[in-house]
């Protein structure tokens, strides 16, 4: 099994300030990498799959980038509703599916 | 817009057997998606279940595969959830997503969850 490791377990942050989240695969996943976006008491949302491509309706500043074993999520400019739980997913290693614990960010 | 929805019982015994079904609307379940249990217990992270294509073919996490079956009825536009001998670990947020083939392996949609408790 694929473990995903994300760092760090929370960032404080402030509305304007940019945010890094670093997620780490245990191997090689190529670009098979996926971000979501969960809210207390909702649903994950897509943000990022393929390590880099926007979902559907998701906002420019979110972006993603990486390879291999090592990949980034960039809020450029964080905003009042991207204060969220954020987890990463990888879909290389067929059929099981592994997500990260979470990074959750919070307002400093 | 394709939207899918939980149901089934909020309580469930130690030892018994946990069944849920997720209705899709906005979308055929034949149309070429995969469609997926994912869970999340109180306060952690996501888990994935498994999977099920409308042909037929099935995948199950290797922890929990001798306790699943995932199945699907294409005249209701519905796929299920059974989960057998249940323990308090397995209280949790259950949720049913979907994924295009294209992108296999990636969760586009999500149901809203449904809070599942093992309990006496």
């Known amino acids: 099994e694929v473990v995903m490791t994300q760092s760090p377990a929370t960032l404080s942050g402030s509305p304007g300030e940019r945010a890094t989240l670093s997620c780490r695969a245990s191997?090689?996943?190529?670009?098979?990498l996926a971000w979501y976006q969960q809210k207390p008491g909702q649903a994950p949302r897509l943000l990022i799959y393929g390590a880099s491509t926007r979902a559907t309706g998701i906002p420019a500043r979110f972006s993603g980038s990486g390879s291999g074993t090592e990949f980034t999520l960039t809020i450029s400019s964080l905003q009042s509703e991207d204060f969220a739980v954020y987890y990463c997913?990888?879909?290389?290693?067929?059929?099981?599916?592994?997500f990260g614990q979470g990074t959750k960010v919070d307002i400093k | 817009q394709v939207y899918l929805q939980e149901s089934g019982p909020g309580l469930v015994k130690p030892s018994g057997t946990l069944s849920l079904t997720c209705a899709v609307s906005g979308d055929s379940i034949t149309s070429g998606n995969w469609w997926t249990w994912v869970r999340q217990p109180p306060g952690k992270g996501l888990e994935w279940i498994g999977e099920i294509f409308h042909s037929g073919p099935t995948n199950y996490n290797p922890s929990l595969k001798s306790r699943v079956t995932i199945s699907l009825d294409k005249s209701k536009n519905q796929f299920f959830l059974k989960l057998t001998s249940v323990t308090a670990a397995d209280t949790a947020v259950y949720f049913c997503a979907s994924g295009p083939r294209e992108v296999y392996g990636t969760f586009h949609i999500w149901g809203q969850g449904t809070m599942v408790t093992v309990s006496s």
């Open positions: 997913q990888q879909y290389s290693q067929w059929p099981t599916w592994t």
């Open positions: 191997q090689s996943i190529s670009t098979e």
